[in-house]
């Protein structure tokens, strides 16, 4: 049965992914333990669905979650998920309530704040300092107020001080000496944390960091994009082993010649140079298949490569097939994924976009159902629920 537009995600590759990315992580000394793994679903699990990635991240040897917001915490929990959650992103005191009633931990780097939570905790709560390194967002960039901000929380009732943290600025850049300076500005201040605050859980690095340098991973990293199989270096998921596990589907809904000097879409920005025969996809920016990719992108149908010619609009587009036998309706088109022995990638249209792999599976809309499966079974509602974290 064609479907106008499905985001099929392979939970079985999210699971192979985590379990490759846990099988790089080093322990910071020969007999230390081999760091933890967190998962990283905001966004909606990078466009993938967070509670069903959630579920298989953890499957494969995740131990932590993590999210941006306090919404995203809430829902995890509301989808039964009670793995270890850190909220990363700040908060406002609305959400600091949310997240509290999630049994989430929560990232500090302000006296104010750890006051504010002091007095507002209702039970115990996890807290971890975040020392901005280098990447001049969260965090402090002031050691000494990273240090007292631990002390505060620490001598806090109530309050665990459980982590260290920061993030890097350039661990997916090539020739870069920035990512090592960070790295070292966080490594001493953590030496002198754990000096007075030996049990900590420190963490620093993503996925690119993860796979770029064993000094980065301290007691766990927190990988968000690899762990769906997009190459966090936007060059190609399965040089590093890793799985691409989103695929975009559509269908040829109708094929229709077009004559030399005919036009397809909004403004004419294709005219045919010769006689063609185009498929039309009722998929379009409305879904998330943004309009800078009009003339500017392939689409698989029966394996082989066809452009994307004229305007995308909200709800269609199409594509120049060349022959009546280029496409038939009930086709199967493949925006993103395999169909054959050819492959477009989340990083192809990346590039062709001028953006990067993570903007292209958090760009599609909530109008693109997403489907669960495992390497091509499928995983119904009611057996992802019963999945246990
Ligand atoms: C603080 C923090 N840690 C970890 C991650 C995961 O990064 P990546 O998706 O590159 O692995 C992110 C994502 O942007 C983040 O903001």
Request: charged share 25%; aromatic share 4%.
């Amino acid at each position: 049965m064609p479907v106008r537009a499905l985001a099929r995600v392979n939970l079985a590759a999210i699971e192979r992914n985590c379990a490759r990315l846990r099988s790089a992580l080093t322990p910071g000394s020969p007999d230390g333990p081999v760091p933890a793994l967190c998962a990283v679903v905001k966004a909606d699990g990078y466009g993938h669905g967070a509670a069903a990635s959630a579920r298989a991240a953890l499957a494969g040897g995740a131990s932590w979650l993590a999210v941006a917001t306090a919404q995203e915490a809430s829902e995890l929990r509301s989808a039964g998920i009670g793995a270890r959650l850190l909220v990363m992103g700040a908060l406002t005191a609305e959400e600091l309530g949310l997240t509290l009633h999630c049994d989430a931990d929560v990232v500090a780097w302000r006296e104010g704040f750890v006051d504010h939570l002091r007095r507002r905790a209702p039970h115990e709560v996890r807290v971890h300092v975040k020392l901005d390194s280098g990447m001049g967002r969260l965090g402090t960039r002031d050691l000494d107020e990273a240090l007292r901000v631990a002390d505060a929380v620490a001598a806090a009732p109530r309050l665990e001080l459980s982590g260290l943290m920061t993030h890097f600025a350039t661990a997916d850049e090539r020739n870069d000496t920035f990512f090592g300076e960070q790295l070292e500005r966080f490594a001493a201040w953590v030496a002198e944390v754990r000096g007075r605050h030996p049990a900590l859980v420190v963490h620093a690095a993503n996925s690119a960091a993860t796979l770029r340098d064993p000094a980065s991973h301290f007691d766990m990293v927190r990988c968000g994009v690899g762990i769906y199989g997009l190459d966090p270096f936007g060059e190609d998921a399965p040089l590093r082993g890793l799985e691409p596990a989103l695929e975009l589907s559509s269908w040829v809904a109708d094929v229709k010649r077009c004559a030399r000097g005919e036009s397809a879409g909004y403004g004419r920005r294709f005219i045919a140079e010769r006689d063609t025969h185009l498929a039309l996809l009722p998929v379009g920016y409305g879904d998330g298949w943004r309009r800078a990719l009009t003339n500017n992108a392939d689409i698989l149908i029966r394996g082989r490569r066809h452009p994307l010619v004229g305007t995308v609009s909200m709800d269609n587009i199409t594509v120049d097939v060349g022959s009546p036998s280029g496409a038939h309706s009930g086709d199967d088109a493949i925006l993103i994924g395999a169909d054959g022995v050819d492959r477009i990638t989340a990083e192809e249209i990346a590039r062709r976009l001028n953006t990067i792999n993570y903007e292209v599976t958090c760009g599609l809309l909530p109008r693109v159902p997403r489907a669960f499966h495992r390497d091509g079974r499928p995983v119904s509602a009611a057996e992802l629920a019963e999945t246990q974290p």
